[in-house]
């Protein structure tokens, strides 16, 4: 069925009988460091989610571009909902194509804050029998070639994330910056003390926003991460398609 937003009401109305799959792109707009856009983690996951757009029995849905990500405010450009109000449009959007037959979905998701409130959203819609959505990261099952490419683990606006944004939105990416998002950056993600976790917010350990060693970064390794998120989300496509909707609600009280 490809791209819902290209569709007519006619053209979506014949389509939707083929369709088994919803797919729901979720990021955020917000800070990542001086090289890289504002909507770094939505354009990769809609990136990813649009690599399954030629499938008959997929949608791709309208990406949701703003989340959870109240810890970036204290740098420019950085917009953020409630987890609670992002939660209940995801639910509602999740909600309304199920209500047009298409009741399995996955929510590509490609920003961390959102985890929390996309899992409370998925296990309401499953609870009421609504719509089994499986949120799923980008990054998810990419362990093995991240540690391959970059010899460490995702981080922010790192070389993980400035790579899958050469490959997908090159002419974004201010090249030329990586060097001073790395001068600014941290060597991990958060601060502790003592065991306990006291950066709140990004601006609490990073000077630049921006997490490892960005000037790693290469279009090339992108790629690879962009084709292997495309295996994994064509896998788990498959995974949903060979199961009835009914089949996947919740086991009865024992």
């Known amino acids: 069925m490809s791209l819902l937003h290209e569709h007519t009401t006619a053209t979506a109305s014949d389509a939707f009988a ?18 890289l856009p504002l909507g770094t983690d939505f354009l990769a996951a809609e990136a990813v989610a649009r690599t399954a757009a ?4 997929c949608v791709v849905l309208p990406t949701i571009p703003v989340g959870v990500s109240e810890h970036h405010r204290q ?13 209940a449009y995801v639910r509602d959007v999740v909600a309304s194509v199920a209500s047009h037959g ?16 996309l899992r409370r959203a998925a296990r309401e819609l499953r609870r009421e029998e609504v719509a089994f959505a499986a949120p799923w990261n980008w990054w998810a099952g990419l362990d ?6 970059f010899d460490t683990a995702l981080e922010h606006a790192d070389a993980v994330e400035s790579s899958m944004v050469l490959a997908v939105a090159e002419d974004l990416v201010r090249e030329a910056a990586l060097a001073e998002a790395e001068a600014g950056a941290s060597d991990s993600w958060g601060r502790t003390v003592h065991g306990a976790n006291v950066g709140f917010d990004t601006a609490d ?11 790693d970064a290469s279009r090339e390794a992108g790629e690879k991460l962009l084709d292997r998120a495309s295996e994994e989300l064509t896998a788990l496509v498959d995974w949903l398609t060979e199961r009835d909707a009914s089949a996947l609600w919740p086991a009865e009280h024992r």
């Open 205 to 215: 350990f990073s000077d630049s926003g921006a997490v490892g060693t960005p000037t």
């Open 144 to 149: 093995d070639l991240v540690e391959a490419e």
């Open 18 to 35: 083929d369709v088994e799959v919803a797919l729901l792109p979720t990021g955020s707009v917000e800070q990542h460091g001086p090289a």
């Open 75 to 87: 740098f420019d450009g950085t917009l953020w909902t409630d987890p609670e109000t992002f939660e």
């Open 102 to 117: 298409v009741r399995k979905a996955v929510v590509v998701n490609g920003h961390g804050g959102n985890d929390e409130a």
């Open 54 to 57: 030629d499938r008959d029995d």
